[in-house]
C-alpha cells in the first residue's frame, strides 16, 4: 500500500511531463491515494469575480462558480478551508506564497482530521504546479480569461509580477482595470535583501505606444534595481528610456522602498497621486504629501535629480499607491470617485478582517460598479501592510464548518 509520502512524491515525478490539461486528472489521482473520493481544481478568473474548473478526465464542460455566493468563493475570500454542513466536501485554499490562485474541492465519506490535513498539502502542492506550468500552457492562462484581450493589455500582464507577494513582515498586494484593455498603468514589486521595492507607472494615453511605454518603463526599473541603482538611478533611467525612444509619452510614477527592519519608508513621486497612509483605522492626511517632481519624459532628471522623500512608519501602517484614474472615476451622473471613498473602502473591508488582496478585490468591484463596469481610464493600485509584529503568529488556512446552507 502506498504511503502518504509516496503518492506525493509520484504527483511530483509525473507533474513533469504532463500538459496543463492532464494537471487536475493527475491531482485527482493523488488525491485517491490520499484516501479521498475525489478532487476539482478551481482557478480565479482575471477578475477575480469568478472560479472556472480545470478540465479533467470524464467532466463535461468546465463549471464556474461565484467568488461572492458559493462556499468555493468564501474559500478563496478568506484564505480558510470551508466544510459543507455534512461534512463531506471542503474547499481548500490554493495559495502561491500568499497569492490567491484558487481552490482545490476535496470529497470523501467522511473528511477527518488526518485526511483533512493531507488535503490541505494537496492543495499547496496543486498550487506549485499551476504556477509552474501556466508560464507555457495557453489553456491554464485561458481559464483565468472571460474575453479577449487587446495587445497593450497582453504585454502588460507579461511584464506583470504576482498580484500578492509578502513575508512575515510586509504584505503587498495590487489590482488593475481595465484588466483586458490595460491602456498605460503598470504596477511592479518585489523583496531584496533590505525590504520592499514598490513601483506605479502611469503612461499618457490609452493605445499600443502607451502600453509599450509602460512596459519599457517597468524594464529599465528593474534592469537599474537589479543591477544595485537607486531610486534616483531608477527614475533617471526610465527618463532616459522615454525620452530616447516614445518622445511622445509622458509618464507620472511613484518609485518606493520600504525598509522592513525598522519600516523607513523612502518614495520618489514624479507627478503623480500622493500615495496615502492608513494608521489604525484612520487616513493620515497629507503625511505623504510632498511637492510632486515632474512627470517622466522630458528628459530634464539627468540635469535636475528628483527629490527623495522618507517617512519612518509604525507597524500595522498600511500605504496606498494609486493612479489618478481610480479618484477621478465618474459615475453616469458625473460623481467622482474620489480619494475619500477609496480610503473609506479600504478601511472598511480591513476592519472587518478582509486580508489586503481581499479588501482591494472588493473596491475594485466598487470601481467598475461607480462606472456602470465602463472603465474609461486604467485604475492601478497597490496596498502595502508592514507588520513587523505579526512573525509567526497568523494562523492560515484553519477549516470551520459553515451551519448556513449557502452555495
Not at 79 to 99: C, F, H, K, N, Y
Request: hydrophobic content about 40%; overall charge negative; some cysteine.
Amino acid at each position: 500500500m502506498s504511503t502518504y509520502e509516496d503518492v506525493l512524491a509520484d504527483l511530483l515525478a509525473r507533474s513533469h511531463l504532463l500538459s496543463g490539461r492532464e494537471l487536475a486528472g493527475l491531482v485527482h489521482d493523488a488525491g485517491r491515494g490520499l484516501g479521498l473520493q475525489g478532487t476539482a481544481m478551481y482557478v480565479a478568473d482575471l477578475q477575480q469575480t469568478r472560479l472556472v474548473a480545470l478540465p479533467q478526465p470524464g467532466a463535461a464542460r468546465p463549471e464556474t462558480v461565484d467568488v461572492d455566493t458559493s462556499l468555493a468563493g468564501l474559500a478563496y475570500r478568506t484564505q480558510q478551508v470551508q466544510r459543507s454542513r455534512d461534512g463531506s466536501t471542503a474547499w481548500l485554499p490554493m495559495i502561491d506564497g500568499i497569492e490567491r490562485l484558487g481552490v482545490l474541492m476535496v470529497t470523501a465519506p467522511s473528511l477527518d482530521g488526518a485526511l483533512l490535513k493531507r488535503s490541505e498539502t494537496l492543495a499547496g502542492v496543486a498550487a506549485l504546479l499551476v504556477v509552474s506550468k501556466s508560464s507555457h500552457s495557453d489553456l491554464l492562462v485561458e481559464a483565468e480569461r472571460t474575453r479577449p484581450m487587446t495587445v497593450q493589455a497582453e504585454l502588460l500582464w507579461a511584464f506583470l509580477p504576482p498580484r500578492t507577494i509578502g513575508t512575515a513582515d510586509v504584505t503587498s498586494s495590487a489590482v488593475l482595470e481595465p484588466a483586458y484593455d490595460i491602456g498605460g498603468d503598470t504596477f511592479d514589486h518585489t523583496l531584496d535583501d533590505s525590504g520592499l521595492h514598490l513601483t506605479v507607472l502611469d503612461s499618457m494615453g490609452h493605445d499600443l505606444a502607451s502600453g509599450g511605454a509602460s512596459a519599457a518603463g517597468l524594464a529599465a526599473c528593474r534592469a537599474t534595481r537589479r543591477s544595485g541603482g537607486s531610486l534616483t538611478d531608477i527614475v533617471t533611467a526610465i527618463d532616459r528610456i522615454l525620452d530616447q525612444w516614445f518622445t511622445d509619452r509622458l509618464m507620472t510614477a511613484v518609485v518606493a522602498h520600504l525598509d522592513t527592519a525598522d519600516g523607513q519608508l523612502t518614495w520618489i513621486n514624479c507627478g503623480h497621486p500622493p500615495p496615502l497612509l492608513i494608521r489604525q483605522g484612520r487616513v493620515l492626511p497629507q503625511v505623504l504629501a510632498r511637492e510632486p517632481d515632474l512627470p517622466l519624459g522630458w528628459g530634464f532628471v539627468a540635469e535636475s535629480p528628483p527629490t527623495e522623500h522618507s517617512q519612518r512608519l509604525q507597524p500595522g501602517d498600511r500605504i496606498l499607491l494609486y493612479s489618478d484614474g481610480v479618484t477621478e472615476a465618474r459615475s453616469r451622473g458625473g460623481d467622482l470617485y474620489g480619494e475619500e471613498r477609496l480610503a473609506d473602502t479600504v478601511i472598511r473591508a480591513t476592519a472587518a478582517g478582509a486580508p489586503a488582496p481581499e479588501a482591494l478585490r472588493r473596491l475594485i468591484q466598487g470601481l467598475r460598479q461607480h462606472q456602470d463596469h465602463k472603465l474609461r481610464d486604467d485604475a492601478t493600485i497597490l496596498l502595502t501592510e508592514w507588520h513587523p509584529s505579526d512573525r509567526g503568529t497568523k494562523p492560515r488556512g484553519r477549516a470551520r464548518d459553515v451551519r448556513s446552507a449557502r452555495g
